[in-house]
């Protein structure tokens, strides 16, 4: 708990809200059952205002939406709000074959009976946990249906055939969605209105700076500054229409400076991590040009680390 009140106070949220978490962490403990599912996230949010508005919209008893271009961090976040108010996180990645009964769950036959085996909405409902509804945007028209109740001032899943629970009051819902992928869609106003809506911004060279740093400590200075220039060199590439998004890959740079650390060449792990996710030869060659004028052929693992 220490570690979560230090964090939020790095990030400057109000003592108010602060003193508000603490309480709704205590009038709602965690079913021994379900503490499995209660962790603590690979990296940290950074950014005051939209993790203020998160943690407000929260303790309010609202469902939030985040939305935004790439790599903005909205399931990152998603991963902090349920470790900073202690509840088991329930994941729910939307596709096109994703219906009704993926969420609440479906028939099963066990001990000579039909039970329900019980999807993730169900158990996030029964055990306050809070739902991260991954591209909310491709559900499909009867998954929106069950959200609807769900998500609305009623709170509640009615389960044909079988019962009507009540959510928890501990019960949250984070949805995340990215406008452009193949399969998505816009979401109807009935179900946008069921949640407080956040945009999420680019990512700028002093959150890039707090990414890394929390990630690699042993991160050398120049090496941290011609990473982060490289991403937003990209993320200005993309934004001009003069690349895809593909090279816009923040799990990506991470996962190549694990590389480096672990000895491999920087140029090497760039190119497993970012250059090599871009399929059209034309664009791969763009994009490494662009990493060459960042990350020079001659570096190696120890002038990163």
């Not at 709704?24 to 079913?31: I, K, L, M, Q």
């Not at 108010?85 to 036959?109: A, C, K, M």
């Not at 959510?167 to 406008?179: D, E, K, Q, S, V």
């Not at 120049?222 to 890959?249: P, Y």
């Amino acid at each position: 708990m220490e570690q979560i009140l230090a964090y939020l106070r790095e990030q400057n949220l109000p003592e108010s809200l602060i003193r508000d978490v603490k309480g709704f962490r205590a009038a709602y403990p965690v079913e021994e059952r379900v503490q499995r599912r209660v962790g603590a996230p690979q990296m940290h949010f950074f950014g005051s205002d939209i993790l203020q508005m998160a943690v407000a919209g929260i303790l309010a008893g609202e469902n939030i939406l985040l939305c935004g271009p790439k790599a903005t961090g909205k399931n990152i976040l998603a991963e902090n709000l349920a470790w900073i108010f202690g509840r088991p996180v329930y994941n729910v990645s939307f596709h096109v074959n994703t219906d009704s009964s993926t969420l609440i769950g479906t028939d099963t036959f066990r001990d000579n009976e039909v039970t329900l085996r019980k999807g993730p909405v169900y158990q996030c409902a029964a055990y306050g946990g809070f739902g991260i509804l991954d591209e909310i945007n491709m559900a499909k028209n009867d998954a929106v249906a069950v959200l609807h109740a769900t998500l609305d001032y009623r709170r509640i899943i009615d389960v044909p055939g079988y019962e009507k629970i009540d959510l928890h009051p501990a019960t949250r819902f984070i949805g995340t969605m990215n406008y452009g992928y193949a399969g998505t869609k816009e979401l109807n106003e009935a179900l946008v209105s069921r949640f407080l809506v956040i945009y999420m911004p680019a990512l700028t060279e002093d959150t890039l700076s707090q990414i890394f740093h929390s990630a690699f400590p042993r991160l050398k200075q120049e090496a941290e500054k011609q990473f982060s220039g490289l991403f937003l060199d990209l993320q200005k590439k993309a934004d001009n229409s003069e690349i895809s998004t593909k090279a816009i890959d923040l799990r990506g740079m991470l996962a190549a400076l694990k590389l480096i650390s672990g000895g491999l060449k920087p140029s090497l792990a760039v190119a497993m991590g970012i250059t090599n996710k871009n399929f059209d030869l034309f664009e791969r060659e763009m994009v490494e040009d662009i990493v060459r004028t960042r990350i020079p052929e001659s570096w190696s693992a120890s002038e990163v680390f």
